[in-house]
């Protein structure tokens, strides 16, 4: 079983950054990707961004583009996502999530391993 835990969610003024962390543990598999989704009152899960630690490939969701960033970190297993010129439009539940088969995919139903998630608030 794979344990995804989220961190760096907070408040944040429109037009400020902040920085999410995800760190997955237990048993991971030679092809791997992870990504991030947000989650807001009343409306649907909507993708944010994916990477694959198999191959060099990200991909975006269009509302984030040229905004956020995700990255590899140096620990094992490890995503960041860099936020910057937040909108009160970014406001959500953000959510870490992992897939075995090492694809990049803005689909949520693909992933397998899903973490608690983590609020992101933007308010003036």
């Known amino acids: 079983q794979v344990q995804l835990v989220e961190s760096g969610g907070g408040l944040a003024q429109p037009g400020g950054s902040l920085r999410l962390s995800c760190a997955a543990s237990?048993?991971?598999?030679?092809?791997?990707?992870m990504a991030w989704f947000r989650q807001s009152p009343g409306k649907e899960r909507e993708f944010v961004a994916a990477?694959?630690?198999?191959?060099?490939?990200?991909y975006y969701g269009d509302s984030v583009k040229g905004r956020f960033t995700i990255s590899k970190g140096n620990g094992k297993l490890t995503v960041h996502l860099q936020m910057n010129n937040l909108k009160p439009e970014d406001t959500a539940v953000y959510y870490c999530?992992?897939?075995?088969?090492?694809?990049?995919?803005?689909?949520?139903?693909?992933?397998?391993?899903w973490g608690q998630g983590t609020q992101v608030t933007v308010s003036s």
């Open positions: 990477t694959s630690f198999n191959e060099a490939a990200t």
């Open positions: 999530a992992a897939d075995e088969s090492g694809l990049l995919s803005k689909i949520g139903d693909r992933y397998d391993y």
């Open positions: 237990g048993q991971t598999f030679r092809s791997f990707s």
